[in-house]
C-alpha cells in the first residue's frame, strides 16, 4: 500500500475528505503523517482525532523560503510517502522542493485552471461573470497553481451566488475529485509521463466531472 504525507495550513477539510474515503474502504493508502506550516491549524488536531501522525513545521521559525522548505522536506522524508498531498497547504514552494518531488506532488485548486490562480478565485469568478467554475487537481510544477491537470469538476455559478455560496458548491466537489485523484494513483493508474498526465484504464471522461446542479 502506497505511504501519503498530506499539507495542510488551515481548516483541513479535504484531508478529511482523504481520511473519510480511507476509512470508508475507497482509497486504499497509508496516511503517513499530516504535516501543517502553522501551529494552530484546526487540521492538526483532527488529524490527530483519527490517529493519524500530525506535525507542524512553523515558516515563522524559518529565515527563508529555501530555509523552511529544506526543513519541511526533512520531515516529510522521514515518512517516506509515495505522494505529497497539498491540500489548504497556503505556501508558495521553492523550485527545488518542487523538483525534489516532481511526479509525486499534487495540489488542489478552487477554480477551473488555467481560470483564476492564486487567491481568492470565487471574488474573481463572480467579478468575471463566469457561468461554470469549479476546482482542479493537478501535479505541482514550479509555477503557483499550474501543473498537468488530473481531474477537474465544474459547477454553475448562479444568480444570486455570493463568494461563500459559491465556495461551499466548489469545496463540495474539492472533497470529490481530491480522493478520486489519489486513489488514481494508490492504484498505479495515475503518473506523470514526460509532463503529461497518464491516466491508465480510465476513460478521459472520468477526469471531468460535472456536479449534478449543473444538469
Ligand atoms: C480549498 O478550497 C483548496 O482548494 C484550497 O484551499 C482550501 C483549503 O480548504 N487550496 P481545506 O483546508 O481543505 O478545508
Redesign the pocket.
Known amino acids: 500500500m502506497k505511504n501519503i504525507v498530506i499539507l495542510?495550513?488551515?481548516?483541513?477539510?479535504?484531508?478529511?475528505a482523504l481520511i473519510a474515503a480511507r476509512d470508508a474502504g475507497r482509497l486504499p493508502v497509508n496516511i503517513a503523517a499530516v504535516i501543517s506550516n502553522r501551529p494552530d491549524a484546526r487540521?492538526l488536531e483532527t488529524a490527530a482525532r483519527a490517529g493519524i501522525t500530525a506535525h507542524f513545521v512553523d515558516h515563522q521559525a524559518f529565515a527563508g523560503r529555501e530555509a523552511f522548505d529544506a526543513a519541511l522536506a526533512e520531515c516529510i522524508d522521514g515518512f517516506a510517502p509515495d505522494l505529497v498531498v497539498?491540500?489548504?497547504?497556503?505556501r508558495i514552494l521553492s523550485d527545488g522542493f518542487v523538483r525534489r518531488y516532481a511526479g509525486r506532488l499534487i495540489?488542489?485548486?478552487?477554480s477551473l485552471l488555467p481560470a483564476f490562480p492564486g487567491l481568492h478565485t470565487h471574488r474573481k469568478a463572480l467579478e468575471e461573470g463566469v457561468r461554470i467554475h469549479g476546482?482542479t487537481v493537478h501535479f505541482v510544477t514550479p509555477t503557483l497553481d499550474h501543473g498537468p491537470i488530473v481531474i477537474q469538476a465544474a459547477v454553475p455559478v448562479l444568480d444570486g451566488d455570493d463568494e461563500a455560496t459559491l465556495?461551499a458548491r466548489?469545496?463540495r466537489q474539492?472533497h470529490v475529485v481530491y480522493p478520486q485523484a489519489v486513489r488514481w494513483f494508490a492504484e498505479d493508474r495515475l503518473r506523470l509521463e514526460e509532463g503529461c498526465v497518464r491516466l491508465a484504464a480510465a476513460p478521459r471522461a472520468e477526469a471531468v466531472l460535472i456536479a449534478p446542479e449543473v444538469c
Open positions: 495542510i495550513s488551515g481548516r483541513g477539510s479535504n484531508m478529511e487540521g497539498l491540500a489548504g497547504f497556503m495540489n488542489i485548486h478552487p476546482c465556495a466548489v469545496l474539492e
